[in-house]
């Protein structure tokens, strides 16, 4: 006699704003989500639910990733709820067949696999798995290079992705929260504030800044949930905000009848970033960006002379006396040699070529599209955070916004030498003629 029984998936009731998610999830209305979740609006639990419920209906694996492995254990595997009980305790132990506590891993008895990874170490060989379904938490501090990873496994499967996170300013997250938002037919884009969750007294917060235990900023970060403030710690966060109020970050078009300055980062193991930027009157036009990584130096000279530009000056690092392996001469001495004229960059410490950065900033205007890599890593280039002691240090974070943020560095610390006289005259017509073309289109008053 076959003696069947019943287990409940009772311990996980949904709050009535995680509703809407929950239902479309569950009833396979989408295969990629995306949640802008407050903070402690209850992220992880319902992800960890919903995982369970579709790994319970659809054998396969199913990977939670946080942005590195420490935080899945801390956040996930060891973590232990508001109420006190541990996190994974909404998992029943009857429905668990083994457990892996160095791996981070669960066998259901139906034999899926639930595993929690990191993403800064993703684990390759794990992308031949039957990959059912991925959880990306805390996307906006993650390294997107892990969904790029995944995602042909989860097309090919057929599977699902779900990726929620607060806002960590114009980053990855904001990127991805964009093309969500603009393609609802393949998206599920849900976007809320603390205005809608009301999971937290907002009185409470608005105590916490009051009393300078918050900034206004962080709480509009991690409550409200907006993208527009700069991360914190961020160095040029600020004037980029103010960049794009005043619709600085535009088209901005190349000017024939003015030389391209080029500012480089020359990378060996590193990305090596070329900024081409013009100087008319006391406005510096950023115009065009290239970056690339294992190319040696002839290749971005060919990309230079590939370009319809009329170059001016070439401003290179320090590092530019450094010899190749295979030439024996200094980079600078190559770059001459295959008809660069280098102009070395002015020696200053990188705390007041940070400074150099502040102040031209206000003069800037940045294409929008050429050079979106460089507008992203200046609004996400920031200072290191003593976590322990909730203090900044006077150094940047070493990682992918470094290389752009050095070039512009450059750009700024000699754009001075750049100058060329205009008269207001000429500043005029030049504006005339972008706005409204040729003289026989301005309107009266201009001709």
């Not at 369970?52 to 956040?75: D, E, H, K």
């Not at 290389?403 to 030049?430: G, W």
Request: include cysteine.
């Amino acid at each position: 006699m076959k003696i069947e029984s019943q287990i409940l998936l009772n311990k996980f009731k949904p709050r009535e704003y995680q509703l809407p998610f929950c239902l479309s999830f569950d009833n396979n209305e989408k295969n990629k989500y995306l949640l802008v979740f407050p903070r402690r609006a209850g992220k992880d639990y319902i992800t960890l639910n919903m995982m369970l419920r579709m790994a319970l209906r659809n054998i396969g694996a199913y990977f939670y990733c946080l942005p590195t492995q420490r935080q899945a254990r801390s956040v996930i595997w060891d973590a232990i709820s508001d109420n006190g009980t541990r996190f994974l305790d909404c998992i029943p132990h009857e429905l668990i067949q083994r457990k892996n506590n160095v791996e981070m891993s669960i066998e259901l008895i139906n034999h899926s696999l639930i595993r929690f990874v990191g993403s800064n170490n993703f684990d390759r060989s794990l992308v031949g798995t039957n990959l059912k379904l991925i959880v990306f938490s805390e996307y906006s501090r993650a390294d997107s290079m892990a969904y790029k990873l995944v995602l042909p496994i989860i097309n090919a499967n057929n599977g699902k992705v779900i990726i929620i996170s607060t806002p960590y300013g114009h980053n990855h997250f904001y990127d991805m929260a964009q093309i969500a938002q603009n393609n609802p037919k393949v998206w599920y884009y849900e976007h809320l504030t603390i205005d809608d969750t009301q999971h937290i007294d907002i009185n409470l917060i608005k105590r916490d800044i009051a009393l300078g235990e918050m900034s206004e900023d962080l709480a509009r970060r991690e409550y409200w949930c907006d993208f527009s403030v700069g991360n914190a710690g961020s160095y040029y966060g600020y004037y980029m905000d103010k960049m794009r109020l005043d619709e600085r970050i535009t088209r901005v078009p190349w000017e024939p009848d003015f030389p391209v300055h080029c500012a480089f980062d020359l990378g060996m193991h590193n990305p090596t970033v070329i900024i081409f930027f013009q100087v008319i009157g006391t406005v510096i036009h950023v115009i065009d960006y290239y970056q690339n990584t294992g190319q040696g130096l002839e290749h971005y000279v060919k990309y230079l002379q590939s370009l319809p530009y009329t170059y001016g000056k070439m401003f290179l690092p320090h590092d530019v006396a450094v010899k190749e392996q295979t030439s024996g001469l200094t980079r600078k001495q190559k770059l001459i040699s295959l008809g660069i004229n280098v102009t070395d960059s002015v020696k200053l410490s990188l705390e007041d070529g940070i400074e150099c950065v502040m102040s031209v900033l206000p003069r800037c205007w940045i294409d929008e599209d050429k050079c979106r890599p460089l507008i992203k890593a200046l609004e996400n280039y920031r200072r290191e955070k003593d976590e322990l002691h909730n203090i900044y240090y006077e150094r940047p974070v070493k990682d992918q916004t470094n290389d752009a943020c050095d070039a512009f560095r450059y750009m700024a610390i000699n754009v001075k030498f750049c100058n060329r006289e205009v008269s207001p005259e000429e500043l005029e017509q030049r504006y005339n003629e972008v706005m409204y073309g040729n003289s026989n289109n301005l309107p009266p008053v201009f001709r």
